[in-house]
């Protein structure tokens, strides 16, 4: 930039001195503000985000709620986009498929229809049916207030089913889910006792199926209640009259007896027809003393 010095000593500047400063001047703003935008201070500029694009479809809802029971072709309808994505697992996609269908629960308004929510009209009439999935059946025995566990056994309880023979006691199914007592889905209500069904409604596989059918004419059929949060099965399937006589060694126990007393005292447990030394009694067995 020139620079003169008149007499007066006033300063003067050039027209060309005056242009090329004004050139320096914007290229040092110009590079200030570069740097403070390299260096950020917490005004650097967000990244656009990406919103992905949804495929949406349009599926049928009640322009109303529709009451237990009600025929869909008798309900208004509509179709309603909604992103795919969103949508429940068997929600119903055609307008035709729900028409001839009847509401086994109460629709709410403007919501998608579950295909778990609608059924035929034996479905509707018949509740039952909508409690048994696919694959599985729906078998009825008869019980008694031993059997039924006084009762306690009702809809939603989980029983293991035994064979109770004149021989040995075996279990026939495990965790089966019975579906109603005296034709009745209901659970026990909490402010009442329980009543003695005469019949209640098992919801088993078909093996299970099979193998209760075939062991109701060789004895009685009796229940044994559990948690629903018992996931264990038997340790032992089957028991005889044998397995309730003590042993040792896996011998029978015939008798036991006991010798002499206090620190002295001997016991011995009559196997076979043979007095063998014994360090304790079987439950159901009472000691004789005698003298040595």
Request: charged share 20%.
């Amino acid at each position: 930039m020139a620079v003169r010095v008149s007499r007066s000593g006033v300063r003067r500047y050039s027209a060309a001195g005056t242009a090329l400063g004004a050139v320096v001047l914007a290229l040092g703003i110009g590079g200030l503000a570069y740097s403070a935008g390299k260096s950020g201070g917490g005004h650097e500029r967000a990244p656009r985000a990406f919103v992905p694009e949804f495929n949406v479809v349009e599926v049928p809802v009640p322009e109303r709620p529709v009451p237990v029971g009600a025929m869909l072709r008798d309900a208004p309808l509509r179709l309603e986009k909604y992103p795919e994505h969103q949508l429940p697992r068997g929600v119903v996609r055609e307008m035709a498929a729900v028409r001839e269908r009847v509401a086994l629960v109460a629709l709410p308004a403007g919501l998608p229809i579950v295909n778990e929510n609608i059924g035929s009209l034996d479905e509707a009439s018949n509740p039952i049916l909508g409690h048994i999935l696919p694959g599985m059946r729906a078998m009825t025995v008869r019980v008694d207030a031993t059997t039924s566990v006084e009762g306690w056994v009702r809809g939603g309880s989980i029983v293991d089913v035994l064979l109770v023979e004149k021989g040995k006691t075996s279990v026939v199914a495990e965790k089966v889910k019975v579906i109603s007592a005296e034709r009745s889905l209901s659970p026990l209500d909490g402010g009442s006792g329980p009543t003695v069904p005469s019949t209640v409604t098992l919801l088993v596989t078909q093996e299970q199926c099979l193998a209760i059918n075939t062991a109701v004419p060789l004895g009685k059929i009796s229940f044994a209640l559990r948690s629903s949060r018992d996931i264990d099965s038997w340790r032992d399937t089957k028991f005889s009259p044998d397995d309730l006589s003590p042993s040792i060694g896996g011998a029978k126990i015939e008798g036991m007896v006991s010798v002499g007393s206090g620190s002295d005292e001997r016991r011995f447990a009559l196997v076979n027809g043979a007095w063998l030394p014994a360090e304790s009694v079987p439950d159901g067995f009472l000691l004789k003393n005698r003298s040595e």
